[in-house]
């Protein structure tokens, strides 16, 4: 359930901004790493790849598995992508401000923000 409320919250989020053609929008770049999450295949590719957006997913992990005192939805999140083969792996790529950014947007997914 909680896999289904973070994919289709991010297709809802990222639908606003295709749909004002705001694609260069600090807040849509930094929401492209969730492709990775909500596609598997994509994952898988990216993953092969060794891709900068697999990097910054797998730095985005590790920072959300170190802050789930602050993020308590976290714990049941990452266990579900841990189901999935999708696994945090610090690869320290991804500048602290911006896994701020996405670690607080994720949440948001998680609290049900952009729901429908």
Same mark, same amino acid.
């Given at each position: ?38 596609? @598997? +295949? ?6 092969? #790849? ?5 990097? %910054? /997913? ?17 714990k049941a999140f990452l ?15 991804? @500048? +602290? ?6 670690? #607080? ?5 998680? %609290? /049900?923000?952009?729901?429908?």
């Amino acid at each position: 359930m909680m896999y289904r409320i973070f994919c289709e919250s991010y297709y809802n989020y990222i639908k606003n901004f295709e749909d004002k053609g705001a694609k260069d929008e600090y807040r849509y770049k930094i929401a492209k790493v969730f492709e990775l999450i909500v596609d @598997p +295949q994509k994952f898988y590719k990216e993953k092969s #790849k060794n891709s900068e957006t697999y990097q %910054n /997913l797998c730095d985005l992990l590790c920072y959300m598995k170190e802050n789930i005192h602050r993020y308590p939805k976290f714990k049941a999140f990452l266990w579900t992508l841990e189901s999935r083969q999708i696994e945090p792996v610090y690869c320290g790529k991804t @500048p +602290q401000n911006v896994l701020e950014d996405q670690a #607080k947007l994720a949440n948001m997914f998680l %609290n /049900l923000m952009y729901w429908e």
